[in-house]
Structures are given as structure tokens and as C-alpha cells.
């Protein structure tokens, strides 16, 4: 994970550092990504491709041995920065992503040989930082039993790592956590995904060049524009093992030092059809999932595209219009800003190790890679991607608005004539999820009183109950005013009235955490804008970066554990107040 100074670097290096000859090493894994190829050829002996089978499997056979042991042999390699050896057979990236594909070749030979282990190469002058100019991710694709089923699936994550010195390739930058924990976990859904017959192809990727520009995802990503290969969705997998808050991380954060959450982990996304993948592997663990775990998760749908300021290998893809999200674990440690003299905090530094021995007997036993939480995580990915990968087609609607209610027509050539019909309001996740059978055509009251706000979508459902992936949402009931009161009046007159609109927080009351939305019908010039919240005195609590695009803008408060009480949140923009509300929190 980055910090802003590198964000930057990388919208400014897209012109600098561009990624050229894009290829993959296998020249049959581009055609499998093109669905040019016999499926006969990696048919399984024994089919394993019914929902139930898969995630009973997935959810039994996720080991945390294999993620302590991948996490033990990845340290071995004491620095896999991009800018690292990559001669030594024990030091350094190539080491790294040479045993990386050979643990993908090693579990294509229990698969029989069905998974087909490849290099994305890629040309990109970094002669000024490092004498280097060719990189490699190290992938592998398991080919879809339907090669016309258009759109592969990935499951990715950034085995490149860092300490203080982003260039430093001799450092001790062991990287377990950010982002080990998330190169150990896709490694394990491929040894265990492949023995699966999926409709679609999975690529498990595993990048580099994450730390300085998203080099890698980038790279991937393009390539897959330059040859029209057609991305289903990303799951990308970045700092997602640990559960001990730093005494610094960044914001939306967790509580403060050394608090512990092994059950959450956070989706974060950008909107459109990338937070519609994360609600789609949301559902999925809450109906497929939640009844057969022993630990229940709690599955957060963040607001944000990434940590303030930061980013991450999902950002590339969804640049380039393919459907992408992150999951990050709630805990991290620190905010990665290793150019603060008080920074303490593990991530980016060599101290990102994974543990500590407490009792001097030479043998790590205290982990700060929790595997538990690391294999719950690993099984959310594997079930969402699984599910992605055999659902159907997805579909598309239309809706017509009456004054108190709205007809959805869906728009289905396949005929599956089973939907699901999902519903919400300002928050996050949905309110009410419809289900249509042998219709294309529901009327849906308008919902009084508490709904103020109303996005549609869509998914088609198939023989097995697995549903496509969502379609994108379409505002139904936008005629609200101020107060969040729904009124008849044609839209054109609110604007009149007022050209942003701010909502009433939800929840309120809330503890810890709560969602401010704000609606703008017409662009606004200015220079700044910032959600502003104080206590009833007028002492600013927090300042958080307003984004003023025309339509539904969210931005999450955190309020952590402080002060209860009442507070005032203000949209201010250049330095004036547009309008504020109150809020409530109750511990
Ligand atoms: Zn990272």
C-alpha cells in the first residue's frame, strides 16, 4: 500500500514510466484470456462445478498451515522490493516470483496440469532508481470449461514490498502484512480452486511494482485493453492479515493502539459497477457463506475507493472500465507514512515481519499476521470469485416512475426469468432485495417515511440460486427536498431551490462511524470543499475531503471512541457554509 506522495507519482508518471511490450511469457494463456482454446483439453476427471460442492470445499480445505508456511518461505527472501535482486535463487524478487510460479506449477500437477502458470512481462524505464527495465507478475490462469462465457475473473494481490526508501532493494523489508498476507492468500485459492470446473477463467496474479505506481496492475490491466481481453471483476487482496491497530493508520481507521478486530474486513471501491462487486461478494458470504463458518465476518462496504490518500492495484483496472474492488482487514498498522520522525508503526518498515519471539528461543511465536482471520479472508475470495466465475449472464432494466411507484422491466435475451431486484437508500448496502419469478415486470411502492433516497439494480438468478453480477444502479425516486422529505414537485424546481442538497447523517445516532450524503444537480466551479465537523461550540472535530461530483456524494465520519454527544457536520465550500445538520453520537 502507498502513501500520497507515490499516488502522485503515479498520475504523473504515466507519462514517465509507462509500461510497454506487455506479454505473457505463455503464449496459451492469452488465448485462454481470449477464449481461444478446446475446453476438452482441461476438462477435470472428476467435475466439481455445483455451488454447494464449492464452497463446502473451499470453506474445509483452507489451511492456515499452507498460509503460515507460504508467509514463512516468503520472508526467506528478506526483500521483495520491485527494484530488488532477481538473479539469486534466495534473495529478492526474482527469487519471490520464481518459487510463486513454481508453487502455481506445483499445484497444477496435483490439478492434472489444469492450471497454466505464466509471466506478465512488461518493459518500464526505471534505469535513473534502479538499473532495472523489465518486470514480471507472476500469474497463472485455471481456463473456463466455456470459452464463448466472455470475461475472466482475478483474484490479485502485490508481492512487491518496501521499507522507509521505496527504491530499496537491500533494506529488510520482509513485508508480511502489507502485502505477504495477501500473496499467501491467493496462492491459496489457487491450490485449492483449481480441482473446480468454472464456466469462466480465474487468474490468481500476483504483481510487482505496487509500492512505486501500481506498476504491475497497471500493466495487466492495459494489456488487457491492448488485446481485448474482456475482465469480469478484481478482487484485489492488500494488507489483509492483520488485526492490531497501529498507534497511526489512515482514516477511515480503527480505534487506536493495539486495538484488536479479527472479524471485520473492509471492501473498498470506487462507485458504479465496482461498488456493485462489492455488494455482490457481500451477499454472497451473507447467503452462501454465513450459515457454514464457524466465525462469522462482518463484510463493510467503505464508502471510499481506498484510505485517504491512498491507493491500490484496483484503482488501474477500474481506470481502464473493468470492475474492481479491494479488500483491506479493519486493523492496520499505520498509515504508512515513513517520513514522519514519530512514526512507529510497522507498515513500510522492516518491522513488518510476521511475529515476534517472546520467549528468545530463536522460533517466531507471536504472529502479526493473524492466519485465522487470513484464512476467514481467503474464503470470502474464494466464494465470491467462485460464484462470479459459474453464475449467469447478468441483465439489464429499464423503470418507469409514477407518483408512487416505479415499474422495472427487465431486460433479459437469455430468458433465465428468475431475478433479484435490489433496493437502497443513501447507506451502503441494500434495504430490500425483490425477488421476480417467471416475469420480467415488477411495480415497487414507493417507500415513506425513513427512505429518502432510492437506487435500483438488477441481477439475473440461475437454476442453482446464483446470481449474475449486478447491474448498474438507476436513481428512482430523486425528489426530495432539504429535510429528506419526499415531495411531488418536478425535479427542476428543487434545483431551483437549492443546488446541493445535504442529508441527514445515517445512521443516527451512530457509534463509530456514520455516512454523510449529499446530493449536487449541477456542476459547481470551485476550489475546495470540505465536510467540517464540530462540537456544539464550534470546535472543528474533523475536516474530510468533500467530493463535489453532480449526483449522490457520500462521505464516511469517523468518530471512533470519543466524546458522546452532539455535533454539527457543514458542507463548507470555498470557506463558505452551504448548509449543516446535527448528528448524534452515542457510544
Ligand atoms: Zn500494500
Known amino acids: 500500500m502507498r502513501i500520497l506522495s507515490t499516488l502522485v507519482l503515479s498520475f504523473f508518471s504515466t507519462f514517465l514510466f509507462s509500461q510497454t511490450n506487455i506479454l505473457t511469457t505463455n503464449p496459451l494463456a492469452k488465448e485462454i484470456m481470449l477464449g481461444n482454446y ?21 470453506n474445509n480445505e483452507l489451511n492456515t498451515d499452507s498460509l503460515t508456511s507460504y508467509l514463512f518461505k516468503l520472508s526467506t527472501f528478506e526483500n521483495r522490493n520491485t527494484c530488488s535482486d532477481t538473479v539469486s535463487n534466495t534473495f529478492g524478487i526474482g527469487a519471490a516470483r520464481r518459487w510463486t510460479n513454481s508453487m502455481f506449477e506445483k499445484f497444477s500437477g496435483q490439478n492434472e496440469g489444469r492450471l ?150 473492509r471492501l473498498f471501491s470506487s462507485g458504479g ?3 456493485q462487486l462489492s455488494r455482490f461478494n457481500k451477499l454472497q458470504y451473507q447467503e452462501e457463506l454465513l450459515d457454514i463458518v464457524s466465525v462469522p465476518m462482518m463484510l463493510t462496504i467503505m464508502s471510499s475507493e481506498d484510505r485517504q490518500g491512498r491507493g491500490g492495484d484496483h484503482i488501474p483496472f477500474r481506470q481502464k ?30 518491522g513488518d515481519k510476521l511475529g515476534a519471539d517472546t520467549n528468545g528461543d530463536g522460533v517466531v511465536d507471536s504472529f502479526f499476521v493473524d492466519m485465522n482471520y487470513l484464512a476467514r479472508n481467503a474464503v470470502i475470495n474464494g466464494v465470491s470469485a467462485s460464484f462470479l466465475a459459474i453464475g449467469p449472464d447478468p441483465v439489464d432494466f429499464s423503470g418507469e416512475k409514477f407518483a408512487d411507484s416505479l415499474r422495472i422491466t427487465i431486460d433479459d435475451p437469455n430468458d433465465y426469468n428468475h431475478y433479484r431486484i435490489f433496493t437502497r437508500t443513501n447507506m451502503q448496502d441494500f434495504d430490500t432485495i425483490y425477488t421476480l419469478v417467471n416475469s420480467k415486470e415488477i411495480t415497487i411502492k414507493r417507500v415513506t417515511g425513513g427512505a429518502v433516497l432510492f437506487q435500483v439494480s438488477v441481477a439475473s438468478v440461475d437454476e442453482n440460486g446464483i446470481e449474475s453480477c449486478f447491474s448498474k444502479e438507476q436513481f428512482a425516486f430523486p425528489t426530495i427536498n432539504s429535510d429528506g422529505e419526499i415531495i411531488e414537485a418536478p425535479e427542476e424546481e428543487i434545483k431551483r431551490k437549492s443546488p446541493i442538497e445535504l442529508f441527514q447523517n445515517r445512521p443516527n445516532p451512530f457509534d463509530e ?52 454527544g452532539t455535533f454539527i457536520y457543514s458542507l463548507v465550500v470555498d470557506g463558505k457554509v452551504i448548509h449543516s445538520r446535527q448528528m448524534v453520537f452515542a457510544n
Open 38 to 58: 478446446n475446453p476438452a483439453d482441461y476438462a477435470a476427471g472428476i467435475v466439481i462445478d455445483q455451488p454447494e460442492d464449492i464452497k463446502n470445499i473451499i
Open 116 to 265: 497454466i502458470p505464466f509471466y506478465l512481462q512488461f518493459d518500464q524505464n526505471l534505469n535513473a532508481q534502479c538499473s532495472m527495465n523489465r518486470f514480471r507478475n507472476s500469474c497463472a490462469i485455471l481456463p473456463g470449461s466455456d470459452p464463448e462465457s466472455s470475461g475472466i475473473i482475478i483474484i490479485e494481490a502485490h508481492m512487491d514490498s518496501r521499507c522507509e526508501n521505496v527504491w530499496d532493494g537491500n533494506c529488510e523489508a520482509h513485508g508480511m502484512e502489507d502485502n505477504g498476507s495477501g500473496t499467501a492468500l491467493v496462492l491459496e485459492l489457487a491450490r485449492i480452486m483449481s480441482q473446480f470446473t468454472y464456466k469462466h477463467s480465474i487468474v490468481f496474479m500476483e504483481t510487482i511494482g505496487e509500492e512505486q505506481g501500481l506498476y504491475g496492475a497497471n500493466a495487466f490491466a492495459q494489456y488487457c485493453l491492448n488485446e481485448g481481453i474482456e475482465v469480469k471483476g478484481v478482487l484485489n487482496n492488500d494488507v489483509i492479515g492483520g488485526i492490531v491497530c497501529g498507534e497511526t493508520s489512515s482514516a477511515p481507521s480503527c480505534p487506536g493502539l493495539n486495538h484488536i478486530d479479527s472479524t471485520q474486513v
Open 273 to 275: 459497477l465496482n461498488k
Open 321 to 350: 472500465g473493468f470492475p474492481a474492488m479491494r479488500f483491506t482487514c479493519a486493523n492496520e498498522h499505520g498509515n504508512a507514512n515513513v517520513s514522519d520522525p514519530d512514526y512507529h508503526d510497522r507498515q513500510h518498515t522492516t
Open 513 to 564: 462511524a456514520t455516512m454523510i450524503n449529499y446530493l449536487i444537480h449541477e456542476k459547481i466551479d470551485h476550489s475546495e470543499a470540505w465536510m467540517v465537523v464540530t462540537d456544539m461550540n464550534g470546535r472543528e472535530i474533523q475536516r474530510l475531503p468533500a467530493p463535489m461530483k453532480v449526483g449522490l456524494n457520500e462521505v464516511l465520519y469517523t468518530h471512533g471512541y470519543n466524546t458522546v
